[in-house]
């Protein structure tokens, strides 16, 4: 097992980056967000799952691989009314990958993984890779980070709503980080009627609307249903096939 | 059937707007793009396409919705290296957005559908709606211009990839506006071995890459399996659900 | 009469502007505006009358010329308290531009004449040459669409005021597109007394005022006295004028 | 004749200022240029000589104006090419103008007049006015400082050119501002043949030019027959016409 | 001693946040650096020591102050030529904390205090500082983590220049975050000559100059004489001047 | 004695920049304010006395400098609630240095020194170093106007606070220039109890406030105790070791 000296560059110095970048193909982004979770998931969540899959991503690409610093916050206005949450605007978060590209490009680095726990910053990302690619002259590429494990998600989960402090992500975290949830407070999703029924993935209509039309606690699916076992399958699964697709793209 | 000069904004003087606002609830704005659409098909193609289902929708919508102009390019990077592409920065198709909103919310409309036929600017939607939703106090939605319908293009069509100047879209336009198609010019795609493959929907990595990567003619699926009737059959539903997702969020 | 398919960009496939490029020195883009043109023209006047323009003196100068998308709003803040207007932000169409041209460029055009039919967009083509010519490396013309006939107009326009709705642009219009005009609505400028007699053309003050301090009904002049006549000469007089201007700077 | 204490506000104290704003209704802001002049003035001409009429201006709307800093830069891009030459970006322009506005409504001052000496301002100006007016809720007018003199310059001025370092700037700055000019160094402008006069008002294209295009010695005219008692007939003509159209503003 | 989980946002579910925010009065943004620092101490050196001092401080004003995520990266441009820095532009680190600083006002949180390890930034939190207290109507506070006990470092460091990767910062290291440390790799500064002589403070100049060009190996002063315990001094003395800074202007 | 048309820009034909730029090796940029000065300082104070300074700084160093016009407003929102003030947002302000270094790169002069009056201005200045440096590939350096006779002050000021419009302020103007002071009005501050006294320099926290929390007349420090022979000896102490400054850097 690698040394994470050798690939995690917040906890490398800088002769020991410079070591490891001849073998360096790209470098891993974890991006995540703060905001609620509902009652059972610390605000955190998004930002620690992204890094800990990032952490685990990076070592199986060792050493073609670096880990960037994590975006721990992200775009999440809908998430504006519960207590706590931070919402980057989209192109703050844009800038800041920007930055982050250009100043690691200096270093010899010219692709990219965008590895995103957050389904609120995907459009986003689509957006900074249509600018970037072109302006910095690099490859981007960017993943949910279990995404990849939708089977495995679709056979283990039984909510028929899922994505958010919900049954999948309650598992991956009480798998990769379980301080991130209050296993005391595990509760189903308490929805509202409304508006957003109609605005769902499937529906004719995408628009925005607020978490709290949706649901009261701010949670979907039923996260009392959830286990480190289903974790530990969707993590593991979505990991081996994130590792083998970015080594056919390098 | 209404006179268009009641409902479409660019066939209307103002004394009939005035007359037309008081039922108005919501303004459609068709959004395309100008780009290569492979040899058979003129580069205005989405453009149009979206100005036509535009006009039909906000007919059904009569007297409820307005349909503003059609924005005519859009977010077409991948496309940039064939001949005749012009791509619009997201950041100035959010600027575009956001003027012609806060131009008519002062007119005192406050809900807004962008339609759009051109898969490259969804994320720039997703970007928008989460910018412009909260900055100018309005409702946003937007739709794909047939994308309700997949259900009939899953059935319709043939090739396993479509969406670009292919058996679908070609279809769309033989209904819409067959003057967007050169009859004696239809290709299958000619497709390039590739990164792409790795980078498609359901992959685990998405990305940008360029659309000769893919395919050499610029098109895909296979457009010489067109007909106007499956075009009917598309846009007629998709048109028919459309309208009512929006009566059902008005 | 070259084929429309063989210079207006809207209308043709990726191969034929791959075939027309070779000999294309310049491209004309028209550029209009969304704005009230009091009760007896349609919101689009300006829009359809630039592309009228652009299509007529693109033709002119085949094989060297092509056309691009029309912009079809532009900035129109002084019309923005009359039912339907849509006005750009003058850094939107700083930014419309700049993306046209520099997609134009990438196809190998290095001189561009836009082609402008209202008086609300020439301090933004001013700014926008002064910007974009040293930005991106190339050659920008603009041009009114018919200020050209200048002469004609003074002999044939009976109005001491003219500009917008009124009996040179209805004229105008009559020639070249007449469903834009409502020819039983025809009406003369309502006036109001007020501040911007002090800031027209050849005051000592210039300054920005809302359309109807000045004028009611929406209109300037009397479009009653416009015939398709006059337009024809004015148009036609602009039209060579400007084909041999561009002539003379390629 | 007012104490400039009580209407500069570069020479007064802020309470001097208080005692003043009672009755101030305009402030006038000078803005001019840092540009090449040809070899008979100095860089700062346009700056000083928008100072100069910005005070005389001034202190004829007394106690209903203030003078605001000289803006000493302004958009010069066409005569980059000779020596010493410094031009702001549009933009920025803009935004000092934003600026300024911005704080002094903060001090009660809800109108303003931009008095511009430099030709190459004209189409910011136009943009600014567009964008602040709405924007800072002001109203806002912009004068060339001597251009309501018209009729002087064409009775006096024999050159048929003129307008940067020509006969007509280089009298008003005998009258004005004597230490700008070299007297041993007047001299006529050296032309150049070329695409500038093809681009000159009144002909169908506008369009970008650098000045050495024009001119070698980058003046235009005939400084040679430049007198202060030329100046002075057009300065006072100009100051008075102002100041009378300020007032019927006001 | 309090719970984490109620005053580190990060640590927090909603209604954890909903439950203290009654008595918060300021919220804490650690903001660090992704930088260099030399071959004995890791790149993620100022974003742990500032969250690390953010911890203590806050828990140290609880009830009244809650903690938000760590701003990880910062304004480094001067170490860009060490392997692995990653700079963010001046304008980004502004985008951020006005993000922050909106959402946490709309929760409200109405102070702030920006606690940041990392000299590069201060001059951007001072422009920071000027724009946002007036555009967000809010109170923000600065303040470097350790500076206040500027007494404490002039007795216990023997080093004449101290300030990055030096006695000072490795102590503070050793004290609150022992593993951002190498010990075996502890090394005093091998400065350079040049131009950076002139531009210390204390000097008539100050300006930009690469690190590199101070020093060799990335650090100044001698890391070889740090202590845990010269660091505790340093940080518990800070620690309690901050609190008390803090509580007297709440 | 040089000719100030040797070296002063504003003062200088373009022939007469040309001549002087083969030896020149740095421009100098006066930078200052248009801002309350208290009762006996004009609002001018920080531009006049900047420009002075510069001025026999640049002669100091000729025939290696020249002098810019000076930015005579500056970044004062501290100020905004006293009469007068006008203050630059930090943006603008870059946006003004970027363009004249930009424009005077493009002579041949690749070193800048900004010489600034208004302390106000100093963190926008370090932001502003860190972006232009890099993006225009120049050297930038910024001093503060008599910062470097610091000691003198300490023995030539008795009051513990100064720095605006206060014994040292009034002095150098005494000496540079008269005419910026009231000696009628001259007045010690009037201070005020508040929050600042724990934000100045020195104490653990910093921040925003506005100057009329500190002091109700505007003034710090005591000006009655100010005189000219005071501040010939700051400003010549200064002026020397500036020079100096510079040639050891050029």
């Given amino acids: 097992m690698p040394n994470p000296n050798a690939y995690i560059l917040t906890q490398m110095t800088w002769p020991e980056v410079e070591q490891a970048l001849p073998t360096v193909k790209i470098a891993i982004i974890p991006l995540g967000a703060h905001e609620q979770h509902g009652p059972h998931m610390v605000e955190s969540c998004d930002a620690v799952l992204a890094e800990e899959m990032g952490k685990r991503l990076t070592e199986k690409l060792y050493p073609e691989a670096v880990m960037t610093p994590t975006i721990n916050m992200g775009v999440s206005p809908h998430h504006l009314h519960f207590p706590g949450t931070i919402s980057l605007d989209p192109t703050t978060l844009i800038a800041i990958l920007r930055d ?53 998600m679709d056979r283990r989960i039984e909510s028929k709503l899922y994505g958010h402090s919900c049954d999948r992500e309650v598992s991956e975290a009480m798998y990769l980080a379980p301080h991130l949830v209050r296993p005391d407070k595990l509760e189903a999703a308490d929805y509202q009627e409304g508006r957003w029924k109609k605005l769902r993935p499937g529906n004719p209509l995408q628009g925005f609307y607020y978490y709290e039309e949706m649901t009261r606690n701010g949670c979907i699916g039923d996260a009392t249903k959830a286990s480190a076992e289903i974790g530990k399958e969707i993590v593991e699964t979505a990991l081996e096939r994130l590792a083998k697709a970015v080594q056919e793209v390098l």
């Fill in 100 to 152: 982050m590209m250009k100043s690691l490009k200096q270093h010899g680095i010219g692709q990219f993984l965008i590895l995103n726990s957050h389904g609120g910053n995907q459009s986003t990302l689509g957006v900074a890779v249509d600018i970037l690619t072109r302006e910095l002259d690099v490859r981007i590429y960017y993943a949910k980070t279990t995404a990849s494990a939708k089977d495995v």
